[in-house]
């Protein structure tokens, strides 16, 4: 077995006011420590292997950790509809009331990849001071949704070969495991069209845009940005992004915006492309530790006595 990832998880399964489903997968539920709320990127779920590492690495500095999946990931049931989407934060919000009404003195940080970083900083943005979280952190987060938009769906090797490819079958696997239920949508989506994509904005505007109003993908990423949310961050908020990462590149980031507010720090390091971040003669996850330090900091830093 592959010791930093090997872990077991109890779920818990949720449902959502339009009758959705949404997973729960906790490590170490039932020690003492702070709560730490994981999201992965597109087609992500618990059982990604940098998730799994990060669960453990959590779980060993005494933090209990819980993995959303969103609808129809992670083997999660499908129950509605309603597909998961990266501009939508009210099934975060959900969990994150779910767990402070089960856990009202515990503090509660989170970590969220990619898409899923993209919904995290949407979060702690919208909810400023009322957040729920004492802090998180954004890993090879999209700030800029129409320009990431643009760098995948342009034609490269990578592009055609790994990122297409990979999320493309991952969006499809969910569609063809519920296909009655989605079709089964008022909006009466394409269904064979869907079935027959081979980008991820195809996916995008034949689903997500439309559930949103929007007229296709490009409509729907330009108004998905997170960059404005920047500015009314209140929790502390680490942002880790690479150099060399082809999906996010660095001129993408609001620098600015970041460097200018108290409560965001920016770690751009040279190498480490999209959630990639290996180092070693015997690869690992570099960030795990100061991931795992930043976010127990700001634990001790919650659970001290206000004077």
Known sequence: RDTPSDIAYERELLTTPDQGTLSLDWYAKHAQGPISIIMAGIGGSSYEYHIRCLVKALGTAGLRVVVMNHRGLGRTPLTSPKLYNAQDTSDFTQSLH?????????????????????????????TGSSSLLSAAVAVSCPFDMLLTGRQLDRDSFLNNNVFQPLVVASQLRVVKRNYDMIKSDPLNYDMEALLNAKRISEIDSLVTARTQGYKDCWELYAAGSTTDYVDDIRTPFLVINAMDDNVVPPHSLPIDKIESNPYTALALVKHGGHLGFFTGLKPRIWYLTPVVEFLTAATRQESKPKL
Do not use: N, Q, W
């Not at 402070?100 to 970083?117: C, L, Q, T």
């Open 98 to 126: 779910h767990i402070r009404d089960a856990y009202p003195e515990v503090p509660i940080v989170g970590v969220a990849f990619s898409m899923g970083a993209m919904l995290l900083t949407k979060y702690v943005g919208e």
